[in-house]
């Protein structure tokens, strides 16, 4: 589907809710022996999880770690959620309702958005539907109209689409003409002001604006008739602002003063220093952008800043913005009537309606919370909402209601999410070494591979290279959740494993969409919200926006739910986007992952990051170098993930230092980018965090990886130095030794698998099983299951020949 129709669909699935749940993710139930190997049992399940992107995890029965934080002493202050704001199309409407109200309200005239079947009209579809028919002008016939009113889910009677057509024209029509007209308006005012600018330079004789003395004002004995208005308003403030009219007592009764114009605009009201005409509530000067005209000349506050006449002053409207002023009739579109309340110019309006959005996010609540005084805010606002008990609402029921709220524009619920607590500030929900009053059962679960403050630097897990504590990352994060407090469409950092496990509480409703479908999410989502993605292009990387699974379904998105309980696991495999809801109060905890197939997906999002310009958690180089240089560390499958990814590191490095030396670049320095902090490593085109080498100038100080060493300054060469970390002899070594220890591991694994087949030769057997566990000591493989193997193998050859031996001996 492309990108219109995606949009389209969208718009349709928006106007009228329906929510279908999608197909349910696999649930895996492990054997405790599967269970005691975490990586090995993920790595098992791993083809067909890795098929939905997410998974749900029952541990067995049995596994029932104790909660380990002290309930009275963690206190935390939660995020505000406004839940439907979470939403990218309904965000969209709020942002454009906001821009036509702001729109009609500067103008002097608030707007009541009209109720159309019981519901408010939806502005945001009216316009995005009269667009796709052409604009206004062209849906002229009754059958634009209804589909129009199909397209918006409303009944296609003659009273429907008529109120459709008038509602448009009235609201909505003023506002596109204001935005097609903007520029001209602009131009216009823009080129009358630097025009004026510059005559200010020149001489006074050329000026647009005429300076009159009141003496020449009091002896002018023309004819007056010309100058006469027409009506009794002569300058016309709206709101707050004042009416002056002809026969106000504050004007000096002189005869010239009742036939002059000029005159008129110069009188002073009440006593003190005053400029001539003006109140000093009507005007402060220091509010004005254009200064400059009323040191030259008073009157040029009545001069319209669109036609540059001051004819027809009665149909003068002065800006409660800028005190600009402009005819009723030069502006698009022209106004028939003097607004009541306060007006601004296109200018201001201008200004107001296209400020840039911030950038969205969520806001702290300004109370802390114990876990208890959490609890009974998220049991009483559950309670309350439903009016039920909170847990006898049905997961089907909360989740429904969840993505009706989050669809609507009307609906206004706030919810409070504690999210991101770091385990290093507030301990882990898990028991740990450091934990306080362990009992004697505990220390089975401070020792397990599923306590999530062990899995992430478990054997066979390349992120126990890392040596720094990434938190969230290598480090858990812990989450408080309430009824409707959500989380939004993302994938990890780095494209990593996640797992997450629910410790207590209500259930966690999740929606998983796989790697391989990772664009396909991206696409979709930015063909629905297009004008989100324009202010925002790494939205998706920020986790506020969530989106209907039906409406991404719709487009092609395979996505999958599940329902996680108290006690299960769910784990989110490479690039997998994943969002969801928590349908109560509940305690959550989540760490990162890499087992060695991640290395590969690893190297891809460091690609995908540098063509977004956005920052790495970690340098992905320096992990591999990090991995070669340490490979007695490694089992087989980690030793020949690092080797290819080694392999390519180190072509792609000689590739661009050649590069760079054919172009000029003769200075190079070794530097150990490892001591340097990831700030002052940071390539700055493409934000990637050097390791292996980064070409650095000196005399701008700008600092690029190489395949940007000639886009970051205009610099010649000649001032431009390699860093490097390893010259290419040494990468060359680095691999040669993990070549060696992948191809030494790989014929001991060969040989070992031969001596534990059941058809291996009895005839020296004990002698070669023990020569195979020497050369693992020597070797240095790390436990493992073959190793386990060997180890019994030999045990029990050895145990069954001792009586053969002691029997010679007596003989």
Same mark, same amino acid.
């Given at each position: 589907?492309?990108?219109?129709?995606?949009?389209?669909?969208?718009?349709?699935?928006?106007?009228?809710?329906?929510?279908?749940?999608?197909?349910?993710?696999?649930?895996?139930?492990?054997?405790?022996?599967?269970?005691?190997?975490?990586?090995?049992?993920?790595?098992?399940?791993?083809?067909?999880?890795?098929?939905?992107?997410?998974?749900?995890?029952?541990?067995?029965?049995?596994?029932?770690?104790?909660?380990?934080?002290?309930?009275? &002493? /963690?206190? @935390?202050?939660?995020? *505000?959620? #406004?839940?439907? !704001? $979470?939403?990218?199309?309904?965000?969209? &409407? /709020?942002? @454009?309702?906001?821009? *036509?109200? #702001?729109?009609? !309200? $500067?103008?002097?005239?608030?707007l009541k958005i009209p109720m159309i079947e019981n519901k408010t009209l939806d502005l945001y579809c009216l316009k995005f539907w009269v667009d796709e028919e052409g604009g206004f002008e062209n849906c002229n016939t009754p059958k634009k109209w209804r589909k129009i009113a199909n397209s918006m889910g409303y009944s296609q009677n003659a009273n429907t689409m008529n109120f459709l057509k008038i509602n448009y024209e009235k609201i909505l029509l003023p506002y596109d003409i204001f935005e097609k007209s903007k520029a001209d308006i602009l131009k216009t005012v823009k080129k009358t002001e630097s025009k004026s600018e510059i005559k200010d330079d020149g001489d006074a004789s050329n000026h647009s604006f005429k300076e009159i003395s009141i003496q020449n004002i009091t002896g002018f004995k023309g004819d007056y008739d010309d100058m006469l208005p027409h009506t009794s308003i002569k300058k016309t403030k709206t709101g707050s602002d004042i009416?002056?009219?002809?026969?106000?007592?504050?004007?000096?009764?002189?005869?010239?003063?009742?036939?002059?114009?000029?005159?008129?605009?110069?009188?002073?009201?009440?006593?003190?220093?005053?400029?001539?005409?003006?109140?000093?509530?009507?005007?402060?000067?220091?509010?004005?952008?254009?200064?400059p005209r009323y040191d030259l000349d008073p009157l040029a506050i009545y001069i319209c800043a669109i036609c540059q006449k001051d004819h027809t002053d009665n149909l003068l409207l002065i800006c409660n913005g800028c005190s600009d002023t402009y005819h009723t009739f030069c502006l698009k579109p022209p106004l028939n009537t003097?607004?009541?309340?306060?007006?601004?110019?296109?200018?201001?309006?201008?200004?107001?309606?296209?400020?840039?959005?911030?950038?969205?996010?969520?806001?702290?609540?300004?109370?802390?919370?114990?876990?208890?005084?959490?609890?009974?805010?998220?049991?009483?606002?559950?309670?309350?909402?439903?009016?039920?008990?909170?847990?006898?609402?049905?997961?089907?029921?909360?989740?429904?209601?969840?993505?009706?709220?989050?669809?609507?524009?009307?609906?206004?619920?706030?919810?409070?999410?504690?999210?991101?607590?770091?385990?290093?500030?507030?301990?882990?929900?898990?028991?740990?070494?450091?934990?306080?009053?362990?009992?004697?059962?505990?220390?089975?679960?401070?020792?397990?591979?599923?306590?999530?403050?062990?899995?992430?630097v478990l054997e066979g897990s390349v992120l126990r290279f890392i040596n720094a504590d990434i938190s969230g990352m290598t480090v858990p994060w812990m989450y408080v959740g309430m009824c409707f407090s959500a989380f939004c469409w993302h994938n990890e950092d780095h494209w990593s494993y996640s797992i997450n496990y629910l410790h207590w509480g209500e259930a966690k409703t999740w929606y998983g969409v796989p790697g391989s479908g990772a664009e396909l999410l991206e696409t979709a989502m930015k063909a629905a919200a297009p004008e989100l993605f324009k202010s925002q292009p790494d939205l998706l990387h920020q986790l506020v926006t969530i989106m209907n699974p039906n409406i991404l379904m719709a487009a092609g998105v395979p996505i999958y739910r599940t329902d996680q309980q108290a006690g299960e696991f769910v784990v989110t495999f490479p690039r997998a986007y994943h969002a969801g809801f928590n349908q109560g109060y509940n305690f959550a905890e989540a760490v990162n992952f890499a087992p060695p197939d991640w290395l590969k997906v690893g190297r891809e999002c460091i690609i995908h990051y540098k063509n977004l310009k956005r920052?790495?958690?970690?340098?992905?180089?320096?992990?591999?170098?990090?991995?070669?240089?340490?490979?007695?560390?490694?089992?087989?499958?980690?030793?020949?993930?690092?080797?290819?990814?080694?392999?390519?590191?180190?072509?792609?490095e000689g590739r661009l230092r050649a590069q760079i030396a054919s172009k000029g670049l003769k200075s190079v320095r070794r530097t150990a980018f490892e001591l340097?902090?990831?700030?002052?490593?940071?390539?700055?085109?493409?934000?990637?965090?050097?390791?292996?080498?980064?070409?650095?100038?000196?005399?701008?100080?700008?600092?690029?990886?190489?395949?940007?060493?000639?886009?970051?300054?205009?610099?010649?060469?000649?001032?431009?130095?390699?860093?490097?970390?390893?010259?290419?002899?040494?990468?060359?070594?680095?691999?040669?030794?993990?070549?060696?220890?992948?191809?030494?591991?790989?014929?001991?694994?060969?040989?070992?698998?031969?001596?534990?087949?059941p058809t291996a030769p009895d005839i020296g057997r004990v002698q070669k099983l023990k020569v195979l566990l020497d050369e693992a000591d020597e070797l240095k493989i790390p436990k493992c299951t073959l190793l386990t193997q060997l180890k019994n193998e030999y045990t029990s050859a050895t145990e069954n020949v001792e009586p053969i031996i002691i029997e010679l001996d007596d003989d």
């Amino acid at each position: 589907m492309d990108s219109k129709n995606i949009q389209k669909n969208a718009m349709q699935k928006s106007a009228e809710f329906t929510f279908t749940p999608p197909p349910e993710a696999p649930v895996f139930e492990p054997t405790l022996e599967d269970f005691a190997d975490p990586l090995g049992y993920i790595a098992k399940i791993r083809p067909v999880a890795e098929i939905t992107g997410i998974c749900k995890i029952k541990p067995p029965a049995r596994w029932q770690p104790p909660f380990s934080l002290d309930v009275d &002493k /963690l206190k @935390f202050v939660p995020r *505000i959620q #406004k839940v439907n !704001e $979470l939403e990218a199309i309904t965000r969209l &409407k /709020l942002l @454009f309702l906001e821009k *036509i109200l #702001k729109f009609w !309200e $500067l103008q002097g005239s608030p707007l009541k958005i009209p109720m159309i079947e019981n519901k408010t009209l939806d502005l945001y579809c009216l316009k995005f539907w009269v667009d796709e028919e052409g604009g206004f002008e062209n849906c002229n016939t009754p059958k634009k109209w209804r589909k129009i009113a199909n397209s918006m889910g409303y009944s296609q009677n003659a009273n429907t689409m008529n109120f459709l057509k008038i509602n448009y024209e009235k609201i909505l029509l003023p506002y596109d003409i204001f935005e097609k007209s903007k520029a001209d308006i602009l131009k216009t005012v823009k080129k009358t002001e630097s025009k004026s600018e510059i005559k200010d330079d020149g001489d006074a004789s050329n000026h647009s604006f005429k300076e009159i003395s009141i003496q020449n004002i009091t002896g002018f004995k023309g004819d007056y008739d010309d100058m006469l208005p027409h009506t009794s308003i002569k300058k016309t403030k709206t709101g707050s602002d004042i009416k002056t009219e002809v026969n106000s007592k504050s004007i000096l009764e002189t005869d010239e003063a009742k036939c002059n114009r000029e005159l008129r605009r110069l009188a002073c009201y009440g006593p003190g220093p005053k400029m001539p005409g003006l109140n000093d509530e009507e005007f402060d000067i220091t509010k004005s952008r254009k200064r400059p005209r009323y040191d030259l000349d008073p009157l040029a506050i009545y001069i319209c800043a669109i036609c540059q006449k001051d004819h027809t002053d009665n149909l003068l409207l002065i800006c409660n913005g800028c005190s600009d002023t402009y005819h009723t009739f030069c502006l698009k579109p022209p106004l028939n009537t003097v607004p009541d309340g306060e007006w601004r110019c296109p200018c201001c309006i201008a200004e107001e309606v296209h400020k840039p959005a911030e950038a969205f996010g969520f806001a702290q609540a300004e109370r802390e919370y114990t876990l208890q005084q959490f609890g009974e805010m998220a049991d009483k606002f559950k309670s309350d909402y439903f009016g039920m008990s909170g847990h006898l609402v049905p997961t089907s029921v909360a989740e429904k209601e969840f993505w009706r709220i989050i669809s609507s524009v009307e609906e206004d619920v706030t919810v409070e999410y504690g999210a991101d607590l770091h385990s290093m500030d507030h301990g882990s929900g898990f028991p740990t070494k450091s934990s306080l009053n362990l009992y004697p059962g505990d220390q089975e679960y401070v020792d397990s591979g599923w306590n999530l403050n062990n899995l992430p630097v478990l054997e066979g897990s390349v992120l126990r290279f890392i040596n720094a504590d990434i938190s969230g990352m290598t480090v858990p994060w812990m989450y408080v959740g309430m009824c409707f407090s959500a989380f939004c469409w993302h994938n990890e950092d780095h494209w990593s494993y996640s797992i997450n496990y629910l410790h207590w509480g209500e259930a966690k409703t999740w929606y998983g969409v796989p790697g391989s479908g990772a664009e396909l999410l991206e696409t979709a989502m930015k063909a629905a919200a297009p004008e989100l993605f324009k202010s925002q292009p790494d939205l998706l990387h920020q986790l506020v926006t969530i989106m209907n699974p039906n409406i991404l379904m719709a487009a092609g998105v395979p996505i999958y739910r599940t329902d996680q309980q108290a006690g299960e696991f769910v784990v989110t495999f490479p690039r997998a986007y994943h969002a969801g809801f928590n349908q109560g109060y509940n305690f959550a905890e989540a760490v990162n992952f890499a087992p060695p197939d991640w290395l590969k997906v690893g190297r891809e999002c460091i690609i995908h990051y540098k063509n977004l310009k956005r920052f790495c958690v970690f340098s992905h180089d320096e992990l591999i170098c990090k991995m070669a240089l340490e490979g007695d560390r490694l089992d087989l499958e980690t030793a020949l993930e690092t080797q290819k990814e080694l392999v390519w590191a180190t072509e792609e490095e000689g590739r661009l230092r050649a590069q760079i030396a054919s172009k000029g670049l003769k200075s190079v320095r070794r530097t150990a980018f490892e001591l340097l902090g990831d700030d002052e490593r940071l390539c700055e085109i493409c934000k990637t965090t050097c390791f292996l080498s980064s070409v650095l100038c000196t005399d701008c100080k700008h600092m690029a990886c190489l395949q940007h060493a000639t886009d970051a300054c205009q610099c010649a060469l000649s001032k431009k130095t390699l860093n490097y970390r390893y010259d290419m002899d040494e990468l060359h070594i680095m691999l040669q030794t993990l070549d060696f220890r992948v191809n030494s591991f790989d014929k001991w694994m060969s040989e070992t698998k031969k001596m534990l087949l059941p058809t291996a030769p009895d005839i020296g057997r004990v002698q070669k099983l023990k020569v195979l566990l020497d050369e693992a000591d020597e070797l240095k493989i790390p436990k493992c299951t073959l190793l386990t193997q060997l180890k019994n193998e030999y045990t029990s050859a050895t145990e069954n020949v001792e009586p053969i031996i002691i029997e010679l001996d007596d003989d």
